[in-house]
């Protein structure tokens, strides 16, 4: 992250619809972040991964395997 900010997490399917989320409320320090989101819910295919905060987007193309 370019500065400390709240952080969040969502996942779309290919249609661009939201089918997974989480907001981190706490203060996330600047610099690199890992944290582990449980995607056992969603079927097999490929989804898109968006993490945002103050000022910062960046989304990845997730691949969910059966």
């Keep these: 992250l370019p500065c400390s900010a709240p952080v969040r997490f969502t996942i779309h ?3 661009g619809r939201a089918v997974a989320g989480q907001q981190v409320t706490r203060q996330q320090a600047a610099g690199p972040q890992e944290h582990t989101l ?14 945002e905060a ?5 989304t990845v193309r997730l691949v969910v395997a059966p």
């Design 13 to 15: 399917d290919q249609l």
């Design 38 to 51: 449980d995607l056992r819910a969603l079927a097999a295919g490929v989804y898109f991964g968006t993490v």
């Design 54 to 58: 103050e000022g910062y987007r960046q």
